[in-house]
């Protein structure tokens, strides 16, 4: 079934492209909500993007869209006014309302239903919208005097009263605080285990209701009610009851009147910042382009662009690169043959100035593929977000980095590996609340996705505070799963041994999870960054948490390689699977099982001859040197020596495919052009090593 | 009789030679044809691939014409040359041992392919041409650049 809606082309496309900036800014105010609590700016900005929206998707006539846009702006005005909390679950529907709005703006650009309907969404915003109690209503608490309990306050023991007068008289100040736990919470007692701790800190807790105990035996009611004896202010007090999560602070005052500042007592709405928001300017329902368009970000001086126009333009550079280089030979051939010839001179000054100029547009096309790595990763948090619910979690996101340039062929490229290992941070990185707490963490893990330029690469960093990764249980775990023989992971280092998550088939999670998925997944992971010329490499300590560190080239189309030759054929090795180039005499080549290694610094270098293994024919009458040039490469850790005629030098090259007659050749990545017109063969280093550890592993098999 | 002349419909050829023989192929499949250049050779792949080549900033495979229709080897002379053919799956290039020229003929001049005329297998030929006494074989370029399944190494 199509649509038809009553809108140019173009028209259509004009708002597909405002909806999608106006679902991004609610999808990242709402989680900016979650995390920073109830500001009113940010709500401000949710709501207007949701009347944008309603407003806009009428006019087209999509009466759905309108529809759930208008009960979001319900929801969100009760939020505004503070006739509602943010709790978990409204957060929840506001998310889902996305995606059904984002289902519906698919269909809208092609012109196809997706058959999602709205019933669903809409009983679940009615359901906030309905029991939209007033969140003042949830905790009325009467003012209280200082210098006294707080006649709801249970009685202390005489202990307790000793303390309390004890630390009166020390000069210290008594509070007491009554947090409301939010129903909805998933954990409500690790909140209360959470403000029992950070009340621990700044000062001495001298009784609790419910007790610590109670707490952690998860004994606990509606509400944790505190008297603290510190040398802190209430302000400061109040700010560390704040930063726990989904518990309302709904009266904190001082108890005592040394020294005390005024006695203050705050409603559960105050204590979570929500303020009545300023009126909206705009005029309700009607909604013209203009409007729209304000909503917009900043006038900014772009045009969009075509890719396919970008990668033409690429293309054409390369080729002027190519040309320029021929251009040059024929001027040193001319120097040498018509030394001082005016003419030659002068083309001589024209080329230098072509050359600039050459360079000149090849960086400046190569900007313009540039897009920071935002694109990619304001995608992230929410995921994040959802993942860490699922399974239970507690995760601060933190993203740094997001302006870090990356061409976009990578950003489209390297999406799902970074979704793959961020989830996999949450899910098997970080522990469960109690766990952390227990080992003296705080119940909110970390995990922060960071992107920086290194050289002429940019690492992208996905680290996380979590358990980290034990050698004893990957060995174990490798073992049991068949993909390493006990006597090999005894030998195994461990810095190697935690490079058998990548292999196919592990999975580091003592139970699976239905979000990380079942053991597939890390291998994919590497080689899909292995497929864009990057590598990935994992740092971790039991205990202290876990960092991925994929490094990638900035571009696709350019490499840096190690240029070698072998029977007269230029071969290209990308430069960062190399570790190291070596001059070894024969004589050196020992024998293990049927393979050539060469041994090295005490470990043992499987050697592969190129040609051998590209079956190469020597000319008649080819003496083996007594001296051969090798290439140490290295892949997941594993090296291996290739074996080269001759080392040629290290340049930048173009990729260019082989295309489809020639089709995938194992080994081979695909050819470049050189300065001199010839083309090399750029060899895929992952499936050489590949094939030799396959060579190796199918030797070892047969043996035992 | 002249009206209907002006009717017949006419193929352009690009006639080229390998050995003794003639060979034809459309026009419009033949993008161009360039000297001989420096071909590297592509691991792994069959004999009949010379490699590849660089053909104004694009990296395109060429072909050994010969070898592909199995026809005995030559080695390359100063005549020799490659032609372009453009086809579905992208630019490839033929080694032939000299490209003759353009010729315009006729539809009717042009019959059935006949085992005994060549030692090409009848699948890679759509006709025979005859022209001013000379047999020119038309090839056909699809089917003769086409990659059959390629074991997996």
């Known amino acids: 079934m199509g649509f038809d809606f009553d809108m140019s082309a173009e028209d259509i496309k004009v708002f597909l492209d405002e909806a999608e900036e106006q679902l991004q800014a609610m999808e990242a105010g709402i989680l900016r909500l979650e995390k920073d609590g109830q500001n009113p700016e940010h709500l401000q900005e949710i709501f207007r993007a949701a009347h944008t929206l309603k407003g806009s998707s009428a006019t087209l006539g999509h009466k759905k869209m309108a529809e759930v846009t208008h009960s979001m702006e319900n929801v969100l005005d009760k939020l505004r006014k503070g006739k509602l909390a943010l709790t978990t679950a409204v957060g929840d529907t506001l998310l889902a309302c996305l995606d059904v709005l984002q289902a519906f703006k698919e269909e809208i650009a092609t012109g196809q239903e997706s058959g999602v309907t709205t019933a669903a969404i809409m009983a679940r915003l009615a359901a906030i919208d309905g029991n939209a109690a007033p969140a003042q209503e949830a905790a009325p608490v009467p003012p209280e005097a200082p210098a006294a309990l707080p006649s709801d306050a249970p009685p202390l023991s005489a202990e307790e009263e000793q303390k309390l007068t004890a630390a009166r008289q020390s000069g210290k100040n008594t509070f007491w605080a009554v947090l409301l736990l939010d129903k909805n919470s998933p954990m409500p007692a690790v909140r209360a285990f959470q403000a029992l701790l950070a009340m621990g800190d700044v000062g001495e807790i001298i009784r609790s209701w419910p007790t610590q105990q109670e707490v952690e035996e998860d004994r606990i009611g509606d509400d944790l009610k505190i008297l603290l004896a510190t040398g802190e202010s209430l302000d400061k007090v109040r700010a560390v009851l704040a930063s726990v999560p989904e518990a309302g602070i709904v009266a904190l005052s001082a108890v005592s009147a040394v020294s005390a500042p005024p006695a203050v007592s705050e409603d559960a709405a105050a204590a979570l910042q929500l303020v009545e928001a300023p009126v909206v300017s705009e005029s309700a329902g009607t909604v013209d382009k203009g409007a729209v368009a304000k909503v917009g970000k900043n006038e900014s001086r772009t045009v969009r662009v075509n890719v396919e126009v970008l990668d033409n333009l690429m293309n054409l550079v390369g080729e002027l690169v190519i040309e320029r280089t021929r251009l040059n030979q024929v001027l040193t051939r001319l120097e040498m043959d018509k030394e001082g010839d005016e003419v030659v001179q002068v083309m001589s000054s024209a080329l230098a100035q072509i050359s600039r100029m050459t360079s000149n547009l090849q960086d400046e096309i190569q900007r313009a593929r540039m897009l920071p790595v935002e694109n990619l990763f304001r995608k992230f948090p929410r995921m994040v977000r959802d993942t860490a619910q699922k399974a239970n979690k507690e995760i601060e996101f933190v993203v740094l980095g997001q302006e870090t340039e990356l061409d976009r062929s990578v950003i489209e490229e390297i999406g799902d590996p970074m979704m793959h290992l961020l989830r996999n941070a949450v899910d098997h990185g970080i522990e469960a609340p109690m766990d952390r707490l227990r080992t003296g963490k705080p119940a909110k893990g970390t995990v922060i996705l960071e992107a920086f330029h290194e050289e002429n690469h940019i690492i992208i960093s996905v680290r996380d505070d979590g358990r980290g990764m034990d050698p004893q249980k990957i060995r174990a775990s490798a073992v049991r799963k068949g993909l390493i023989s006990e006597e090999a992971a005894r030998r195994m280092p461990d810095h190697e041994v935690v490079n058998l998550v990548w292999a196919p088939g592990f999975s580091t999670a003592e139970k699976v999870t239905d979000i990380s998925g079942r053991g597939v997944g890390l291998d994919v992971v590497h080689k899909n960054i292995e497929k864009l010329n990057g590598s990935v490499e994992i740092m971790s300590e039991v205990g202290k948490g876990t960092e991925f560190r994929v490094k990638l080239p900035l571009t696709l189309a350019i490499i840096r390689s190690l240029q070698v030759e072998v029977v007269g054929t230029t071969y290209c090795i990308p430069l960062s699977s190399v570790v190291e180039t070596d001059r070894i005499p024969v004589s050196q080549i020992q024998t293990v099982r049927g393979r050539e290694v060469i041994v090295k610094r005490g470990e043992v270098i499987p050697l592969l001859r190129l040609v051998e293994a590209f079956e190469l024919d020597r000319p008649e009458g080819y003496e083996e040197p007594e001296e051969f040039f090798m290439v140490i490469v290295s892949v997941m850790g594993k090296q291996i020596g290739l074996v080269v005629d001759n080392l040629i030098g290290e340049g930048d090259v173009v990729i260019k495919p082989l295309g489809k007659f020639i089709g995938d050749i194992p080994g081979i990545s695909g050819a470049t052009i050189m300065g001199d017109g010839d083309v090399a063969i750029i060899l895929d280093i992952s499936s050489l090593v590949g094939a030799v550890q396959a060579e190796i592993n199918r030797r070892e098999a047969l043996r035992s | ?153």
Do not use: C
Not at chain 2, 21 to 44: C, F, K, W
Not at chain 2, 54 to 60: E, F, P, T
Not at chain 2, 128 to 146: E, F, P, T
């Open chain 2, 1 to 153: 009789m002249a009206q209907q002349e002006q009717r017949e419909i006419i193929t352009q050829l690009v006639v080229f030679q390998l050995g003794h023989e003639l060979y034809g192929a459309d026009i419009s499949v033949v993008r161009e044809v360039s000297p001989l250049q420096r071909v590297t050779r592509v691991p792994r792949t069959p004999k009949y691939i010379e490699g590849v080549t660089n053909l104004r900033g694009r990296v395109i495979p060429v072909v050994d014409l010969r070898r592909r229709l199995n026809l005995p080897v030559s080695a390359a002379t100063k005549a020799t040359r490659i032609a372009v053919a453009e086809l579905e799956g992208g630019q490839v290039g033929m080694v032939v041992d000299a490209v003759l020229e353009v010729l315009r003929v006729p539809q009717s001049s042009i019959e059935p392919p006949s085992q005994l005329l060549s030692k090409v297998d009848s699948e890679y030929v759509h006709g025979v041409a005859k022209v001013d006494g000379r047999l020119i074989i038309l090839l056909d370029l699809a089917r003769v650049l086409q990659r059959e399944e390629r074991k997996v190494v």
